[in-house]
Nanobody
Framework: QVQLVESGGGLVQTGGSLRLSCAAS????????MGWFRQAPGKEREFVAG????????YLGDSVLGRFTISRDNAKDTVYLQMNTLKPEDTAVYYC????????????????????WGQGTQVTVSS
């Protein structure tokens, strides 16, 4: 079993930055693709970013292109989401997700294709 623990959320003003971290534990995990999703109140879960097991392939959701970056440190079993130029519409609970599979493939934006989920961390962007 894999446990995912997110950290780094908080309150930030419009235009500010935050870096979220997701630490994996419970088994050797360095080969699993990972992703970030978010869910705002009253809205569906939204894909934010995905990264392959090697870190060589990444995808970003349309709404965060040019502002967010995903990266990973396999030596630390940790994935990061650097969020810059934050907007009020970025306010949501951010969830880290992981796959047993190494590759992202074509289904990287579908939450149902991820095997493990964290509890989430709140990000609030004030206007």
């Amino acid at each position: 079993q894999v446990q995912l623990v997110e950290s780094g959320g908080g309150l930030v003003q419009t235009g500010g930055s935050l870096r979220l971290s997701c630490a994996a534990s419970g088994r050797t995990f360095s080969n699993g693709a990972m992703g970030w999703f978010r869910q705002a109140p009253g809205k569906e879960r939204e894909f934010v970013a995905g990264i392959s097991g090697s870190g060589m392939t990444t995808y970003l959701g349309d709404s965060v292109l040019g502002r967010f970056t995903i990266s990973r440190d396999n030596a630390k079993d940790t994935v990061y989401l650097q969020m810059n130029t934050l907007k009020p519409e970025d306010t949501a609970v951010y969830y880290c997700a992981a796959r047993r599979d190494y590759y992202l493939g074509d289904s990287y934006s579908k939450g149902t294709t991820y095997d493990y989920w964290g509890q989430g961390t709140q990000v609030t962007v004030s206007s």
